[in-house]
């Protein structure tokens, strides 16, 4: 019935696919609860909450294949646990292809690959912006969202040309010898319980990935029993 598409006055075809499909999925079990409430709904937290019942997050998954930094194509060089001479190899080019005007080495170089949102948390980093380019690090950025975080990495690449190495742009080559090529600790916030595709990736590149908790609890990083070994570290904010 037309009650099925119906969402204030106008037609919602989302509405409709939600109600009409055999099952719901989303990107984290915690989001898939979040989505069910007014603040992550979108005014359709009550159809969510009648399919409840058909409604699962499936974490997001990679190929490790493709990522694998000991098999990954599109790196200048090859590396892996045992042997880490290509890691050097990737840090240099990543830096040098990103504009940097001297590579510093033994700088560390923090990569992000995401979408600029504030769901990304990135309202948090421009309040520190300017404490983060006090340290003696590189960041190392790709990707495009809201214009006021397009703008704020632009205006801090202008600023800071010599640490901050932006590109706002969609850009998979690149996307792989950013997480080859930087070092460990890609910087997550989650605002929720949505999975950072970011955060997948640096798994795969081998990364110790540090999140920061601000409502769900990062699925991404997971704590495993009887083992001293996880996937990361998180701080509840």
């Known amino acids: ?3 099925n598409l119906e969402f204030y006055g106008k037609v919602n075809l989302l509405k409709g696919g939600i109600i009409f499909s055999d099952f719901v ?12 409430t007014a603040e992550y709904g979108c005014g359709l937290e009550g159809v969510l909450r009648s399919r409840s019942g058909r409604l699962q997050g499936i974490v997001n998954g990679v190929d490790y294949e493709q990522w694998d930094p000991a098999t990954d194509k599109l790196i200048p060089a090859n590396y892996s646990p045992e042997d880490l001479k290509g890691k050097q190899v990737c840090k240099q080019a990543l830096l040098e292809k990103m504009g940097g005007p001297r590579a510093v080495l033994n700088r560390p170089a923090i990569g992000i690959v995401s979408r ?15 404490q983060l380019m006090a340290l003696d690090v590189y960041i190392v950025a790709l990707g495009a969202g809201e214009p ?17 190495l932006v590109r706002v742009a969609y850009d998979n080559k690149l996307a792989h010898q950013i997480e080859a090529g930087a070092d460990a600790g890609q910087l997550f916030v ?14 795969a590149g081998r990364w110790l990935k540090q999140g920061v908790e ?3 609890g990062p699925p991404y990083i997971q704590r495993r029993r009887r083992s001293k070994h996880g996937t990361g570290a ?3 904010g």
């Open 116 to 130: 600029f949102a504030t769901q990304k948390g990135f309202d948090l980093i421009s309040e520190v912006a300017e």
């Open 25 to 36: 999925t989303t990107v984290s079990r915690k989001y898939a609860e979040e989505i069910q």
């Open 148 to 164: 006021q975080y397009e703008e704020l990495f632009r205006t801090l690449a202008a600023k800071y040309p010599e640490k901050f």
């Open 190 to 203: 989650s605002l929720g319980g949505a999975v950072s595709g970011g955060s997948v990736l640096a798994g």
């Open 1 to 3: 019935t037309m009650d």
């Open 214 to 216: 601000a409502g769900g």
């Open 234 to 236: 998180y701080a509840a």
